[in-house]
């Protein structure tokens, strides 16, 4: 979550004041694009080929909303149903994220991308609850991309405002408050309403990224620097887009 404001933010400021806009945009969408589209299209394609194969499905039908990294939309709006390559629509949302951020922060001078940042993220929870209010479902705030870009943007600026983060965040209690109350949260059926429930899952999960930030020295911070842990975050992508069309298969065999 803050890697990817803060590497927006970061490769943006290189590329301000010395190259035209467009390139410069171009050159930050293309190292995107390299780091993430071989894993992702290769992962689509075995899926695909797994799923028609061996398993008689039809994820060829749909394979332009997954092409273009649109599933998200195509799961709230058209099917409405969860699939063997459905999981990645987080992974849209993040596209998403680039496509739409990128432009913004590259247009506006560095020194304001704390309080851009800011601006985004209030945008962002005043349309859950205008969508909410207009009759959305939980379905669609969950795929939407305003609830996982809330996220990111609550992250990133803890991110670009780490050198001024007021001391108690670093306490234990927050810590403690944070992972106690996420599990909390996320329980079906409970009293509060949807926007309301995610809006403090991401007050929550920016408490314990500010804990985290504040407190490198902390035991949490070791065990997440451990050799296992960081091999897993090497390979954490990879992993993610294969985890379930894997186990679909190794599930129906």
Not at 15 to 30: D, I, K, M
Not at 133 to 150: C, H, K, Q, S
Request: charged fraction near 10%; charge should be positive.
């Amino acid at each position: 979550v803050i890697g990817r404001v803060q590497d927006c933010s970061r490769l943006i400021k290189l590329e301000q004041g010395r190259t035209r806009y467009v390139r410069a945009l171009l050159h930050f969408w293309t190292r995107r694009a390299l780091r993430i589209f071989p894993a992702y299209y290769l992962g689509l394609a075995l899926t695909i080929l797994i799923d028609a194969v061996l398993l008689g499905g039809h994820l060829y039908r749909d394979a332009l909303w997954y092409l273009s990294y649109l599933q998200n939309f195509f799961i709230a709006l058209v099917s409405h149903t969860w699939g063997i390559f459905t999981h990645t629509w987080s992974l849209a949302v993040e596209q998403q994220f680039y496509i739409l951020l990128a432009p913004m922060l590259l247009a506006i001078p560095a020194r304001h991308h704390a309080r851009a940042v800011l601006l985004l993220f209030a945008i962002c929870v005043a349309t859950l609850f205008a969508l909410w209010g207009l009759g959305a479902g939980e379905g669609e705030l969950y795929l939407f991309p305003f609830t996982g870009i809330g996220f990111a943007l609550g992250g990133g600026f803890i991110a670009l405002n780490r050198n001024r983060l007021p001391p108690f965040l670093g306490r234990h209690w927050v810590m403690a408050l944070s992972l106690l109350s996420m599990p909390i949260l996320v329980l079906p059926h409970g009293p509060l309403a949807i926007p309301v429930k995610y809006s403090l899952l991401i007050l929550a999960a920016c408490l314990l990224i500010a804990y985290l930030v504040t407190r490198p020295d902390s035991p949490l911070v070791r065990l997440l620097e451990t050799p296992p842990l960081v091999f897993l975050g090497n390979i954490s992508y990879s992993l993610y887009i294969l985890h379930y069309p894997l186990k679909v298969l190794l599930s129906d065999r």
